[in-house]
């Protein structure tokens, strides 16, 4: 788990299937020092960790990611310089118990990671 460790939710909003989210991401973290040393980035995988478990946060549920039909790193985060992010997902839940989600890491000039993809719910 990523929550309060590698990162924490500072604002969240949740309105019928839409989640808008403040992310503080712990600059200190250790994984910065191996990712990369002296230009410290956020790991992609990280970022989907971080919309997962945000996500887990809302619907009270825990989820497995099933599908991912799009995903997108389109800029680092450098957490030396941006160590605050918005998260946007958008999701419907079906009949066959899963979630088709829509999502990333935005802030008010970058949008960092786009996902579009289906989580099981556990």
């Known amino acids: 788990m990523l929550l309060n460790n590698f990162f924490s939710i500072t604002e ?7 989640v808008k989210a403040s992310l503080s991401i712990h600059k200190e ?6 990712h990369f040393p002296g230009q ?6 990280c970022m ?3 919309l997962k478990e945000v996500l887990e946060t809302q619907i009270k549920a ?3 990611l099933q599908s991912a039909d799009f ?13 605050t992010v918005n998260l946007e997902l958008q999701y419907i839940k079906t009949e066959n118990n899963t979630l088709k989600v829509n999502g990333g ?18």
Do not use: W
């Open 105 to 122: 890491l935005v802030d008010a000039d970058s949008v960092y990671f786009k996902f579009k993809g289906i989580y099981e719910m556990r």
């Open 71 to 83: 995903l997108k790193f389109l800029k680092f985060i450098n957490p030396q310089e941006t160590n």
């Open 29 to 34: 973290h250790p994984v910065f020092n191996g």
């Open 40 to 45: 410290p980035i956020v790991p992609g995988v």
């Open 62 to 64: 825990p989820v497995k």
């Open 12 to 18: 969240i909003n949740h309105n019928q299937g839409a």
């Open 48 to 50: 989907l960790q971080m």
